[in-house]
Nanobody, 115 residues
Framework: QVQLVESGGGLVQPGGSLRLSCAAT???????MAWYRQAPGKQRELVAQ???????MYTDSVKGRFTISRDNAKNTVYLQMNSLKPDDTAVYYC??????????WGQGTQVTVSS
């Protein structure tokens, strides 16, 4: 059975950094790995995505501040978040698209940016 285990959220001051991790356990053939976030009262949005061929995209609001990466040997995806702003406060969810046509979600980790 496939599970996604997230870690790394927390409380940080504006301008600070956090690193999120998401490890996929179980037998899985991963294609795309991504991070989404959902702030209170808002829709879930795609933050960053990395494909099996290392093609990367970011939503405009995090470009230049966040970096997504993956370790295929560990089935793990990371999100390095720098220069954090209060608007980055949200629950962050890991998302994995696997072959054939399976999608998995992590349990979510809270990121709070506040002084």
């Amino acid at each position: 059975q496939v599970q996604l285990v997230e870690s790394g959220g927390g409380l940080v001051q504006p301008g600070g950094s956090l690193r999120l991790s998401c490890a996929a356990t179980g037998r899985i053939f991963i294609n795309t790995m991504a991070w989404y976030r959902q702030a209170p009262g808002k829709q879930r949005e795609l933050v960053a995505q990395i494909t099996n061929g290392d093609s990367i995209m970011y939503t405009d609001s995090v470009k230049g501040r966040f970096t997504i990466s993956r370790d295929n040997a560990k089935n793990t995806v990371y999100l390095q978040m720098n220069s954090l702003k209060p608007d980055d406060t949200a629950v962050y969810y890991c998302n994995v698209k696997a072959i054939p046509n399976r999608t998995y979600w992590g349990q979510g980790t809270q990121v709070t940016v506040s002084s």
